[in-house]
């Protein structure tokens, strides 16, 4: 069989599990945002609701542009959509009711019309689970890509460049 193959139908490469790591070994500048894992994100067991994950992971962006000054909301009420091309997580630990979690945003790739997020979720310096967000900055009015902001551009580049 050829190299970085397996034997799924197509022969697809075979997915390589990501291993976790420590907070410690995220750059210290990079923006974390604290949150409790509350009742109403978990099933019956107590354990977080996978797609409460998923929403977590979109409010750690939201904060993350907050917290740089950027007037996100304001941008989506002018008619610019900020939503997700694709979204993926992997998850190494479960997370329970009320776990302090912290969600350390790094931002991967800048593009014209979108930005790839790497969002690393940690209780205490366990990573619990890692997400990969990728935005597209749409019109509203359209449903097209288009550019993103200059604003949003600069906080995302000058940020990439901190994290390094």
């Given at each position: 069989m050829a190299s970085g193959s397996d034997s799924r139908a197509g022969g697809a490469p075979a997915r390589t599990r990501?291993?976790?790591?420590g907070r410690g070994q995220l750059p210290s500048?990079?923006?974390a945002a604290g949150r409790q894992v509350r009742f109403g994100d978990c099933d019956p067991a107590g354990i977080v609701y996978t797609p409460r994950f998923v929403d977590r992971l979109c409010c750690a962006v939201e904060d993350f542009f907050l917290a740089q000054g950027l007037d996100y909301h304001g941008l989506i009420r002018g008619g610019l959509g900020l939503g997700y091309a694709r979204v993926e997580?992997?998850?190494?630990?479960?997370?329970?009711?009320?776990d302090d979690l912290t969600y350390t945003v790094i931002v991967e790739r800048i593009g014209c019309a979108s930005a790839e997020?790497?969002?690393?979720a940690h209780r205490d310096q366990d990573e619990v689970?890692?997400?990969?967000?990728?935005?597209?900055?749409?019109?509203l009015a359209t449903h097209r890509a288009e550019p993103?902001?200059?604003?949003?551009?600069?906080?995302?580049?000058?940020?990439?460049?901190l994290c390094r």
């Open positions: 990501a291993r976790p790591i500048r990079a923006f997580c992997e998850f190494f630990r479960p997370g329970f009711m009320g997020f790497t969002i690393h689970m890692r997400g990969n967000l990728v935005m597209v900055a749409t019109s993103l902001p200059p604003a949003m551009r600069s906080i995302l580049t000058t940020y990439q460049d």
